[in-house]
């Protein structure tokens, strides 16, 4: 096309730091709440929140949560909702307790049947909701009552264990020490000074793309803040485990799953075209994306991380218990919206759930260590939901 | 005659457009009054002023109503002294009863208690005066179109009417059900209540009503009566289009090649009301390098026709063939018409075209993610170059490309639009209603754009309900009514008033055809 217009020189590089941290409040703002909890019941509980054993335990707590996070934002950005996870976990466990502790299955081929029935299942329920068009809270819900009557069904409602250890480590391991230290575990260290480090480097990399295609940009104050934060908090956090055991392993599978659903989010057409149809359906699939099997797919990908968290919380508990699960659901979705994730979906960030879970965690652990009951915590919580989601609107309707 | 309501010198400016330009309407007590004028002359502006919805002060000019000067802040305020409208879309829950539906809003109770009992019986009485016989306890949904339109007067009536403005009240009603409804005006008349009738079609005009006000690009033309002289169809035609077009569309010089693309026996039925044909045995063809027009009224089947075509995205039962190049194209599904060069440019930008909360660099590349990504990982910087690159090229006013598409304006919403299936390269390129909304200026440039489209060698199928428009920026016109093709002539031999009997004549023979079929009917039975 020859109609070409002058445009003022090339836009700034770098947004005024003013104007920045405003349109990245949300994201901000929910790394600074999160250390302003972390230090809040640090104060409160005179430190036991950050000693090793406790950190320990807070990941080893958390972790089903944040796996299972990463596949509701997912459904959530899709438009549609989850209600069925916690059965699902309970249901998984059961599954592999069976399995395992009756048929004496080795917990490899069982770990491959349960991953397998859980996207059977997300499939089963997708197809309900990507080809027949009924609501997802409906067929979930659904969902959520028939898995957890399966789960009763399958363990005739009694509680079934205990685990090979092989199958117990999933959960309660932690990575072997290759350096063999004497009370400090060096492996983790090192590996909690590369992995920042590798990360660092990547995004100083991506600065340097983005400043040669003269793309607006982080201010550089802020990217070195951020940088060095990042940097300082897992270095902090690797020494604090090294004095204990290291790295838990499921912390390994975590961290791992974190990254990949943050770069497919974030970098891959699929992610685009998930957010695309939580934004407008009738547009995505009036520019040729296939909606139907995008909302198909990403409620069997839930499956599958539901699946993944029954086999971690049946191995953290080393037994499979009727009740395994129940409410998991409520946890995993608050979650996702704490962490900025809209309900009419669209909108929602893989960083920004797991941060929502970690605040939950974090609260749920040290509140019962200030020894608050279960009945104020249950309120408190709500609260701080409606708060962030509060938040949100808030800014919305002011930008 | 007493006039019952004057309105003088009415403007009413929104952001860039002035929708109304110093309008005058005066219509008599008990009198039929007719308001005509092509989309966006301004009628429904108007009523909107009228009725409040505009409030008063958002807009010039003075609304008396039975001599007194009227400043309505609302709809309430116009309905409490008896303005009542009634739109084309009607405002009638469809799983509530024709009682239910009567009340709303208006319900017959005492202390917040309804008395179901009076309610039915006024209910019952209402609906004997528009002539239905239908329980009051009916759904609204179990109801075809022309009953719902005969519950919507009875629940103006119920408000005490005293003038009645209905909004293209006849625009989805077959023969007899609009032969009732008007019979149903003349019968008001009777009664003292005098109406406003915004419609299209020019045989119904004549036959009830008493005056016709014309209006065009938001100013009043003039105002005939019907009594002093029948009034034709061209005098009216005339009126509503009669307007220079100088320079209002980009010069081209036309040189269309070979046939690119090729549309036979193609029809779609109705999504919903099985067997219901909305697009009828379709052919057409574009060449390359032409630009394609289809003219048609409002409900023509055109955006039906076009949707369907472009991966059966419309209707069900969908027939036909769609050959590129003179070869067989598949197009059963919108990946596949992509697939095989085909774009569909929705008129609806902002329900079916962009993703409002995503930014304009995110709507640009939807279409063709592969673009700018390698084995499904997008490279961001790529996407950010084309999308400032289309920015450049379409001229896009925004701060950058990362504003959200919500906060542009219409004419900048379209041009992202445009620029999304532009990267997806297509070699024919459907635009629905491409210009609808978006101001003068902003027209020029989207003219321009597709100028640049067919020089590249590309085909485009340009839907419009201006006329103007087609004229001046169309090769060829196609004119469709009905679900059907009735005309196709070059631009250059076209004139407005040409198309506008070329579809008016199809509807009278449609018409014709449709009462010699009852005729025989008729005949056969006795």
Known sequence: MSAELNLPAAPPRQASMAKFLKSHMRDYGMLISLLAIVAFFQYMTNGTLLQPLNLTNLVLQNSYIVIMALGMLLVIVAGHIDLSVGSIVGFIGALAAILMVQFHWHFVPTAIVSLLAGAAIGAAQGYWVAYFRIPSFIVTLAGMLVFRGLSLALLAGQSVGPFPVEFQRLSSGFIPDIFGTEGFHTTTMVLCLATPAILIAFSVAARLRRHRFAIEQEPLVLFLLKSAGLFAVVAYVGWLLSTYKGLPNVLIIMALLIGIYAFVTRDTTIGRRIYALGGNEKAAKLSGIDTRRLSFYTFVNMGVLAALAGLIFAARLNTATPKAGVSFELDVIAACFIGGASASGGVGRVTGAVIGAFIMGVMNNGMSIVGIGIDWQQVIKGLVLLAAVCFDVYNKGKA | ?526
């Open chain 2, 1 to 526: 005659m007493d006039s019952i309501l004057e309105m003088r010198g009415i403007t009413k400016t929104f952001p860039g457009v002035k929708a109304l330009d110093n309008v005058n309407l005066s219509v008599r007590e008990g009198e039929i009054h007719a308001l005509i004028g092509e989309n966006g002359a301004g009628k429904s502006t108007l009523m909107k002023v009228l009725s409040g919805v505009y409030p008063h002060g958002t807009y010039e000019g003075e609304i008396r109503f039975r001599g007194q000067p009227c400043a309505f802040r609302g709809i309430a305020d116009s309905e409490k002294l008896g303005i009542i409208i009634i739109h084309q879309e009607l405002a009638l829950v469809p799983l509530l009863s024709i009682t239910e539906n009567l009340f709303l809003g208006n319900e017959q109770a005492k202390r917040g208690r309804i008395d179901w009992v009076a309610a039915t019986a006024r209910a019952r009485e209402l609906l004997r005066m528009v002539g239905l016989t239908d329980s009051p306890e009916t759904l609204i949904t179990d109801i075809g179109v022309g009953k719902q339109q005969l519950v919507e007067i009875a629940k103006a009536l119920s408000k005490q009417v005293k003038l009645l403005i209905l909004d293209e009240p006849t625009a989805s009603l077959n023969e007899s059900d609009s032969d009732a409804l008007l019979e149903l005006l003349l019968r008001f008349k009777e009664q003292g209540i005098s109406s406003i009738l915004i419609s299209h079609k020019l045989n119904e005009i004549a036959k009830v009503a008493d005056r016709v006000t014309i209006l065009r690009d938001g100013t009043t033309v003039e105002t005939l009566d019907c009594h002093d002289a029948p009034i034709s169809q061209d005098r009216i035609i005339k009126g509503m289009v009669g307007r220079d077009l100088a320079d209002r569309y980009p010069r081209r010089t036309s040189n269309p090649g070979g046939i690119l693309f090729e549309v036979k026996d193609w029809s779609a039925d109705h999504p919903i009301h099985a067997g219901r044909r909305v697009v009828k045995d379709i052919d057409l063809h574009v060449r390359r390098g032409e630009v394609v027009g289809i003219a048609g009224l409002m409900g023509a089947g055109r955006t039906e026709f076009a949707m369907s075509l472009f991966g059966r995205s419309y209707g069900r039962n969908i027939r036909g063939q769609a050959f590129l190049d003179g070869r067989e194209i598949d197009v059963s599904t919108i990946s596949k018409a992509m697939g095989n060069g085909l774009a569909y440019a929705t008129e609806d930008r902002k329900h079916y075209g962009l993703v409002l909360d995503n930014d304009i660099r995110h709507n640009v590349t939807l279409a063709n993610l592969d673009g700018v990504a390698k084995r499904g990982v997008i490279h961001h910087e790529r996407e950010i170059e084309v999308a400032n690159d289309f920015r450049r090229r379409l001229r896009i006013r925004c701060a950058d490309v990362f504003q959200q598409t919500v906060n542009l304006s219409g004419g900048n919403q379209q041009k992202v639009v445009l620029s999304k299936w532009l990267f997806a390269d297509p070699k024919v390129l459907i635009l629905d209603e491409p210009t609808r909304g978006i101001d003068v200026g902003a027209k020029y440039e989207i003219y321009t754009i597709v100028n640049q489209l067919v020089a590249e060698g590309r085909g485009v199928i340009l839907i419009s309900s201006e006329l103007p428009e087609l004229l001046g920026v169309a090769d060829r016109i196609y004119v469709m009514n009905e679900g059907a093709l009735v005309a196709e002539m070059p631009a250059a031999e076209a004139s407005q008033e040409k198309i506008m009997h070329a579809i008016m004549s199809s509807a009278s023979k449609a018409t014709a055809a449709r009462a010699a079929v009852a005729a025989a009917a008729r005949e056969s039975l006795q």
